[in-house]
C-alpha cells in the first residue's frame, strides 16, 4: 500500500486525502500520518485552506475495531492520546479546514470531522458516535458536538450510539451543506472559493480567534478580538479591502494567487 494519506496542492489549498479504501478505518499508522501531514501543513505560511477527505466510500468508518480488541488500560491510554493528537493538528491548523465528507463517518472519524471549521456531506453520508455499542464511550472532540447540536440532540447520539443521516445532520447545523455526490466537489470548491477571496491574513487571524473563543469567557474573548482588530492593520489588507468596496470592485489582496 502507498501512503496513508494523499496531500496534493491544488494552488493555495492543500487536499488531503485517507487513502485506506474501503472504509479508511483508522489504525497507528494512518493516525500517525493525519498528525504528521496536519504539522507539516501548519508551518507552511503559504496554505491558505485545507480540505479533508476519504478514498473509497466513507470519509472514515472510525476506529479499526481489530485494534480495540486487543487493548489493556495502559495501551488503550496511549491510543487515545495518539488519535487526540492528530485531531487536535487539524482542529488547531492556523487555516480553515474544510471537511469533505464523502460517505460513512463514525466514531473517531466523526470527531475527526467535528474537528474541521467547516462540513460538506454527500447526501449518502452517515454520522454516528457508535462507541457505547462496542463497550467505550465517545471521548476527546466528541466534546465539540453539544456546542455545535445543543445538549440534547448530543445525548441522544452519544447515549444510543444511532447514526443519522447527512440530511438531519444538515437540520441539526452539524452539516453546512448536503450535494448530490456527483456535486459534491463542486459544493466544495465553491466553499474554498469562498474562503480564498477572503484576505489571507484576515482568514488567519479569523481561524485564531475562533479558537481562543471555544476556551475562554465573553470578556476575554472580546479582549482578543480587540487586538486582532487591531492587528489587521500591520497588513494593506484592511486598505485595499476598503478601497475595493469604495470602488465597487473585488479586492485585490496581495497574497491571492
Known sequence: MGEPVLVERRGAVAWCTLDR???????????????????????????????????GRAFTGGMNV??????????????????????????????????????????????LALACDIRIAAAVARFGLPEVRVGVPSVIEAALLPAL??????????LTGESIDAAQAQAWGLVNRVAAAEELDAAVEAM???VLACGPAAIRLQKELMLRWRHTDLATAIEYGINAFATAYATDEPQEGARAFLEKRPPRFGSRP
Do not use: Q, W, Y
Open 192 to 194: 474554498v472559493d469562498r
Open 21 to 55: 479504501p474501503p472504509l479508511n478505518l483508522l489504525d497507528g499508522e494512518l493516525i500517525a500520518a493525519i498528525h504528521a501531514a496536519f504539522t507539516t501543513l501548519a508551518a507552511d505560511a503559504t496554505i491558505r485552506a485545507a480540505v479533508l477527505t476519504g478514498s
Open 66 to 111: 481489530h485494534v480495540l480488541h486487543d487493548l489493556d488500560v495502559p495501551r488503550a491510554k496511549a491510543l487515545i492520546t495518539a488519535i487526540h493528537a492528530a485531531i487536535a493538528s487539524v482542529h488547531h491548523a492556523p487555516f480553515p479546514v474544510i471537511a469533505r465528507v464523502n460517505g460513512f463517518c463514525l466514531g473517531a472519524g466523526f470527531e
Open 149 to 158: 447540536v445543543g445538549p440534547g440532540r448530543a445525548a441522544e447520539m452519544l
